[in-house]
């Protein structure tokens, strides 16, 4: 029984307890929402050492770290590091997004060292096993992946499914064109074969396979726009009407199901794009890349997108998937993956506050008394990056000038600092108060 069904029978399961108390929320308004198909809890039972972690407009927004070997960069050591680093850093979901020899193995490692719910891209491993300078998926094989993931452990998947024939020419007028690689390679197989998108055309088996192991679909936006010139076309809003109908296809049958939303949207576009999803899909929780609000920053785009990420985690977004300094570049390494995690980790919390999340604001007002008093030790503790926090902090202090003072830092220096001022403007103005 997946957690949908558990839901809708009325079933609290131990996963629904789990998330209503880290959540600090209410079970039965959690497992109302579960029924609804608004929260989702990816969980696959083969999945033993995961933790249950919700996902949904009635939770706090939560980060995923993509990871994965290239062909061409990585291995199985480096990912399984930056595993390590994308978790010390907060990450809340991840994807082993590998290509090329020995998937599967990695795959494991991943699934065996990762106590936060592991997400795939099933056609990345299908093309793996294919021979040939350009090889070209192959649907049959494509299912026995789906299905050889889900018996692993894999919880949820992301399946370009919304993708059809009669989208691509309308993606064939943008000026970036297709950008998702699961998205060009089932289109790519459409126009050879002048036929269906395989995964629309065998939906009902999917999920027959899907809701066995409780794996949460992940709908991919195999058009998603790939720079702002493509934004909010009709390519994109034409497979997002699909999403939509999948949405309640996999509700009917009992299976998880979140959406996913575009890459590059300008700024001024975000709010339309996050109300437009939750109505064509029926409130699933959205999961989106940033948005990239401005293509002319490669090497800051962590900055560009955690911009947009913000303003879609308060508009709408419940999944933010983390954009590091190499994309557009190259396969991110450890210390990239780190900064990436961070500054989603910071958009995830201010589109929290934004919204008016019960209790977010606690931990920057906490932040804020301890900044008044100096407690410079509270303040590494409550920052998101709190070994960051205390080295910069050092590296004021190896100057002799304020080597051994903790009442001021450099940016002011004692005689300016406002901070201090503030205290003596109290002081007297409580002796005025008391004449």
Request: net charge negative; glycine share 8%.
């Amino acid at each position: 029984m997946t957690q949908l069904q558990a839901a809708q029978q009325g079933l609290l399961t131990d996963a629904m307890r789990a998330v209503a108390t880290t959540e600090n929320i209410d079970l039965e308004v959690l497992r109302a929402a579960i029924a609804k198909g608004s929260v989702v809890i990816p969980r696959n039972p083969h999945h033993t050492t995961c933790e249950a972690v919700g996902v949904g407009r009635l939770l706090t927004t939560k980060i995923n770290a993509n990871l994965g070997r290239s062909v061409t960069h990585s291995g199985k050591g480096d990912e399984l590091e930056k595993l390590a680093i994308a978790l010390a850093a907060g990450a809340d979901f991840v994807m082993d997004l590998s290509v090329g020899e020995d998937v599967k193995s990695i795959r494991q490692d991943m699934l065996d060292a990762s106590p936060k719910p592991l997400g795939t891209v099933p056609i990345y491993e299908t093309i793996s096993r294919l021979k040939g300078d350009i090889p070209h998926m192959d649907p049959s094989l494509l299912l026995t992946v789906i299905r050889e993931q889900a018996e692993q452990g894999v919880d949820f998947m992301t399946l370009h499914a919304g993708l059809r024939l009669e989208h691509i020419p309308l993606a064939m007028k943008r000026k970036m064109g297709i950008v998702s690689r699961g998205g060009a390679i089932m289109a790519e197989w459409m126009m050879e074969h002048h036929a269906e998108n395989p995964l629309y055309h065998h939906w009902d088996e999917i999920l027959n396979i899907l809701v066995e192991h409780d794996v949460t679909v992940s709908l991919g936006d195999g058009l998603r726009p790939g720079c702002l010139a493509d934004a909010s076309d009709e390519a994109q809003f034409a497979e997002l009407d699909v999403l939509g109908e999948l949405v309640e296809r996999c509700r009917t049958r009992g299976v998880q199901v979140m959406v996913e939303g575009p890459g590059h949207v300008p700024f001024d576009q975000i709010k339309m794009n996050m109300d437009r999803e939750a109505k064509v899909c029926k409130d699933a929780p959205f999961y989106v890349l940033g948005p990239v609000v401005t293509d002319i920053a490669p090497g800051y785009d962590h900055i560009t997108s955690a911009i947009g990420a913000t303003a879609a985690a308060t508009y709408g977004a419940s999944l933010l998937c983390y954009v590091t300094p190499a994309e557009h570049l190259g396969l991110p390494d450890g210390e990239e993956v780190h900064v990436g995690c961070v500054a989603y980790k910071i958009a995830a919390h201010a589109g929290d506050v934004a919204r008016g999340l019960p209790s977010a604001r606690n931990r920057d007002d906490a932040m804020s008394d301890a900044r008044r008093d100096f407690d410079w030790e509270r303040q590494f503790a409550l920052s998101l990056d709190p070994i960051r926090a205390r080295q910069r902090w050092m590296k004021t202090r190896a100057s002799a000038e304020i080597a051994h003072s903790d009442d001021h830092c450099s940016m002011c220096g004692k005689e300016f600092c406002a901070v201090r001022t503030s205290r003596r403007i109290r002081t007297l103005a409580d002796r005025l108060g008391k004449a």
